[in-house]
């Protein structure tokens, strides 16, 4: 994905009156966020600074409102919309992008055009319906790697066994390259790092701690275990690499996944629940997307099912999501029902807890006691000195992740 270098005008994500000054937001960009970024690795540096720089645009155009923009430029959305197909599918046919227009057309209500500079051009897009192609893009190529049938060598993903006997069976396999009578390790990092694996999987089959897996693929994906801020050493981050690569998601079906298409296609259009009017036409554009993308998946769900089974409707705009795993660094999600289990949500809160110094589920042997708040108080004081912000950098930071 280019790097989007200019935007119409400041994102309306970011509302400047909830900042006291110009100054205020120099100091985000140019003080906070980089001291924030010194703690990544090259990797997910990137990434961040992708994201922010979406949020925190650096320039802006000079136009009132887009219909300034769009109308001094002779053009119209549907150019616009043409534009960002065409940067992740730049060999479509004519009728195609066409059909793909009229059914991304409701992404020009809420979502703000962006302008990508290439090759000293600037050409007018919206980010979501890029964004959206992509993520069609790997799942499509998620679908085509989708094996016949599931086993156990392909990980957690696709495993064919109950969850309990994968991790039990791993276990053994890795225990007994420390205790076996043939073939045991003998390098000290070897064993210092399968000694870590193996705690780590065992910690994963009590049910309290059953989202570990889920957590540790967040970190990796978008953390990074090269982060400053984990202090980990380098046999650590080969022995949570690895175990990224068998605790690689829970096991989801294809029509789970194509419900996840649809739900991240929702989530891109920044149609809200309230919108009434729309619902209508987002529900028939969410699924004609589908169909074009992924009517041979379809037809093969409905063929084995032996009935109509992908559908979106106008009540589907309205039900609850959350993200239910990561395959291959990408997000699946899923409707809320009774039996959920939000790892994310639960991520947050352990996350909040553990920097104010909470007792969270990894505090195994320690009896659970009431945190005064002048404990509270040095936590957030320990936590800002490790980023090295000062009182008022530290503030205003809290005060733009609330805001924006």
């Given amino acids: 994905m280019r790097r989007l270098s200019k935007q119409q005008y400041i994102n309306k994500n970011v509302n400047v009156k909830n900042f006291k000054s110009l100054e205020q937001m120099n100091m985000i960009i140019n003080i906070i966020i980089p001291k924030f970024l010194s703690y990544f690795g090259t990797k997910h540096k990137k990434i961040w600074q992708s994201k922010l720089n979406f949020i925190l645009p650096k320039n802006n155009l000079?136009?009132?409102?887009?219909?300034?923009?769009?109308?001094?430029?002779?053009?119209?959305?549907?150019?616009?919309?043409?534009?960002?197909?065409?940067?992740?599918?730049?060999?479509?046919?004519?009728?195609?992008?066409?059909?793909?227009?009229?059914?991304?057309?409701?992404?020009?209500?809420?979502?703000?055009?962006?302008?990508?500079?290439?090759?000293?051009?600037?050409?007018?897009?919206?980010?979501?319906?890029?964004?959206?192609?992509?993520?069609?893009?790997?799942?499509?190529?998620?679908?085509?790697?989708?094996?016949?049938?599931?086993?156990?060598?392909?990980?957690?993903?696709?495993?064919?066994?109950?969850?309990?006997?994968?991790?039990?069976?791993?276990?053994?396999?890795l225990e007994n390259r420390l205790n076996g009578t043939f073939f045991t390790l003998e390098n000290d990092d070897e064993i210092k790092k399968t000694q870590l694996q193996i705690k780590f999987i065992k910690y994963s089959l009590k049910e309290e701690l059953k989202n570990l897996p889920e957590f540790m693929n967040f970190v990796s994906i978008y953390l990074g275990f090269d982060n400053k801020y984990f202090q980990m050493t380098n046999i650590e981050i080969r022995a949570y690499t690895q175990l990224c690569s068998f605790f690689n998601g829970i096991r989801t079906s294809k029509e789970e996944i194509l419900n996840s298409v649809m739900i991240y296609t929702k989530i891109q259009s920044k149609i809200k629940n309230e919108d009434i009017q729309y619902r209508k036409k987002m529900s028939e554009s969410i699924i004609n997307i589908l169909r074009f993308f992924f009517q041979k998946t379809i037809k093969e769900i409905e063929k084995i099912k032996r009935k109509k089974t992908i559908t979106y409707n106008q009540q589907n705009i309205l039900k609850d999501f959350y993200i239910k795993t990561y395959i291959d660094e990408l997000p699946i999600y899923s409707y809320i029902n009774k039996n959920t289990n939000d790892f994310f949500s639960e991520l947050i809160d352990i996350a909040i807890d553990s920097i104010f110094g909470l007792k969270t589920i990894f505090d195994e042997n320690e009896e659970k006691k009431p945190i005064s708040e002048i404990q509270i108080a040095k936590n957030i004081i320990n936590f800002r000195k490790d980023f090295n912000y000062t009182k008022k950098e530290f503030k205003l930071l809290l005060s733009f992740i609330e805001k924006s």
Avoid at 140 to 164: F, I, M, Q
């Fill in 62 to 173: 000079n136009f009132k409102n887009e219909n300034d923009y769009l109308e001094t430029n002779n053009l119209k959305k549907d150019d616009v919309i043409t534009n960002s197909i065409l940067q992740s599918l730049p060999n479509l046919e004519k009728k195609d992008l066409d059909y793909l227009v009229k059914q991304f057309s409701i992404f020009s209500l809420n979502n703000k055009i962006k302008i990508l500079t290439i090759e000293n051009k600037l050409i007018p897009i919206y980010i979501e319906i890029i964004e959206t192609l992509n993520y069609i893009i790997r799942i499509d190529e998620l679908l085509n790697k989708y094996p016949k049938k599931y086993g156990n060598h392909y990980g957690t993903k696709y495993r064919s066994s109950s969850n309990k006997n994968l991790l039990e069976t791993q276990i053994n396999i």
